[in-house]
């Protein structure tokens, strides 16, 4: 018997979309696990080639797009949405380089999209120029000499840590906040606001007068596995909710995170501007006021970044749509019914889908299935932003039989 290459790349992308749904079944619990260490990617991107192709910020190769300048998504699945868009071109660079593409596991992608998340988190630092105006103008010379101690004791800039950072002012705010505004509202001062860039400047400052300790765990990336731990443990889960599980006496952080938490500096400025009415609203109440170590509120404070790495449920009806208009269903059959390549039922899929193993799935095998899709005619579909967690969502929906 005589098979042409049409028929044989057909039956292949057959075998591989059967594969593909078999990996759509792995848990969800894969999908919502927070990073351990955001920095594991790192090593990742670079054992795996990535960096062979990809820059940041102008360092590295100049093959594919700079992930220092380009949009790669503020979630997991936007961020997956943007691969699967970038797959045709992708092929093209790696066959003329004569790469050879790596297989990845759904971790190893986790891993490697959560630390390409990470690297926003850092701001560039500060201006020590700006940072001296700050000191001055939000009052903070009035109790903090540049080096001894101040009129009440406060410390002074030279006895401030070396590696200080957003996180030491935040841990500040709430081990200090107390008798710091008891101490501001007695001498009639404001409390300092910090907006934009503000916070660097003013610690671009400080570093620049400080020969205090070393705390490494200012400037180590923070743990958000156990920020989450600590955000339950130090009680701010009875006030805040994240995603409507939690208390309901002020704001759902979680759908916060969407808009606001955009870095460290932005998190820490948040927790200190607000610091005088949380904390007074915590000392009406039985709660008490929670005392951080620095390496606690590092943790805490990656957490709270990483909430929004982790997507809100999609809409299935939505999904439904794409599903239809991207070309799903001209290799995936639904409700029953045969594509017109193949027949893989929807209703084999489990409920709980891991889209990393997915998109794992679709970099291992991008090459075959763009092959086989072109060779039928069919367009390579691209994912807007949200449209992915849309599509995911419809096919966990169980199908109406």
């Known amino acids: 018997m005589i098979f042409s290459s049409e028929i044989l790349m057909t039956k292949k992308a057959f075998i591989i979309a059967g594969a593909l749904s078999l990996l759509i079944v792995s848990s969800l619990i894969a999908q919502t696990l927070?990073?351990?260490?955001?920095?594991?990617?790192?090593?990742?991107?670079?054992?795996k080639g990535c960096v062979r192709c990809h820059a940041f910020k102008g360092d590295g190769r100049k093959i594919g797009p700079d992930f220092g300048r380009v949009?790669?998504?503020?979630?997991?699945?936007?961020?997956a949405a943007k691969l699967w868009n970038h797959i045709p071109s992708m092929n093209i660079g790696m066959e003329r380089a004569r790469m050879i593409k790596p297989n990845l596991t759904g971790q190893e992608f986790t891993e490697i999209s959560a630390y390409l998340y990470f690297l926003k988190f850092f701001d560039e630092p500060g201006d020590a120029t700006r940072g001296r105006s700050i000191f001055n103008e939000?009052?903070?010379?009035?109790?903090?000499?540049?080096?001894?101690?101040?009129?009440?004791g406060e410390p002074g800039l030279d006895q401030f840590p070396q590696s200080i950072s957003p996180v030491?002012?935040?841990?500040?705010?709430?081990n200090h906040g107390p008798v710091m505004i008891a101490h501001m509202v007695k001498v009639g001062m404001k409390?300092?606001?910090?907006?934009?860039?503000?916070?660097?400047?003013?610690?671009?400052?400080?570093?620049?007068?400080?020969?205090?300790?070393?705390?490494t765990a200012f400037i180590t990336p923070g743990n958000p596995r156990e920020g989450k731990q600590a955000f339950a443990a130090k009680g701010c889960i009875k006030c805040h909710a994240v995603r409507g599980e939690g208390g309901k006496e002020a704001e759902d952080l979680g759908k916060r995170a969407k808009t606001f938490y955009k870095s460290l500096t932005q998190i820490a400025s948040s927790m200190w501007n607000k610091g005088p009415s949380v904390l007074g609203k915590m000392s009406q109440t039985q709660l008490g006021i929670p005392k951080f170590t620095p390496k606690e509120m590092a943790d805490l404070i990656a957490y709270l970044y990483f909430l929004h790495f982790i997507d809100e449920p999609g809409i299935p009806v939505n999904g439904k749509r794409i599903f239809s208009e991207s070309g799903c269903s001209k290799c995936h059959g639904l409700e029953g019914k045969p594509g017109e390549l193949m027949t893989i039922s929807l209703s084999e899929y489990?409920?709980?889908?891991?889209?990393?193993?997915?998109?794992?799935?679709?970099?291992?095998?991008?090459?075959?299935?763009?092959?086989?899709?072109?060779?039928?005619?069919?367009?390579?579909?691209?994912?807007?932003?949200?449209e992915l967690a849309d599509l995911l969502e419809f096919i966990r929906t169980p199908k109406k039989k």
């Open 71 to 79: 949009d790669l998504g503020n979630t997991q699945l936007d961020m």
């Open 138 to 152: 939000k009052g903070c010379s009035s109790c903090h000499p540049l080096s001894g101690k101040g009129k009440e």
């Open 168 to 174: 030491f002012l935040t841990q500040s705010i709430w």
């Open 191 to 215: 409390w300092p606001v910090f907006e934009g860039t503000e916070m660097m400047d003013l610690l671009e400052y400080i570093k620049v007068n400080t020969k205090g300790a070393k705390e």
């Open 34 to 47: 927070l990073p351990e260490d955001p920095t594991k990617g790192n090593r990742l991107f670079v054992s």
């Open 350 to 386: 489990q409920k709980a889908v891991s889209p990393m193993d997915i998109v794992a799935s679709l970099w291992n095998h991008s090459t075959e299935i763009e092959k086989a899709m072109r060779g039928k005619g069919i367009s390579w579909p691209r994912f807007k932003k949200g």
